[in-house]
């Protein structure tokens, strides 16, 4: 019966935010944040377990791995949860020229947070997000355009 109380909470990716500067050294993994809302419906606090991610940028796999810090979610109530992410400059920069001439680079980003509830324990709950844009004019908008 109070399996049946829990509500699963619902998450949603926010954004991911480049938190390092590339060109000062190319060949380290760039640091980034992922910031994931997970909204509680439940009555009582949560705690976040761990955060697992990949990220694919057109065919390849440019960021992956589990981030495990305790982190309090309030009862009833959003909680926006970042998380410290690391991509490989190596993949990014294949995925790049691989699809650079095509003016479409489609993204995913697939993971998992695990949930520590009073009394199902453990809970994975998954998010996602997809989409594409164009390189040409995120550049442009980025400030690196070419005129």
Known sequence: MVKDAFKTPKIRVIDVVLTSNP?????????????????????????VSYVAYSAILGRE?????EHREK??????GLTVV????????????IAF???????????ELNGSVGLKTPVVGVVRIPFSKTGGFDPVEFIKRK????N
């Open 61 to 65: 796999t440019i960021a992956g791995g």
């Open 143 to 146: 400030g690196f355009g070419f």
């Open 23 to 47: 060109l000062d050294d190319p060949r380290m993994p760039w640091d980034a944040l992922l910031s994931l809302e997970v909204n509680n419906r439940n009555d009582y606090p949560l705690e």
């Open 97 to 107: 020229r691989n699809v650079f001439s095509s003016r479409k680079i489609s993204y």
């Open 82 to 93: 970042e998380v410290p992410i690391s991509l490989w400059p190596e993949a990014f920069l």
């Open 71 to 76: 982190i309090r979610l309030g009862a009833s």
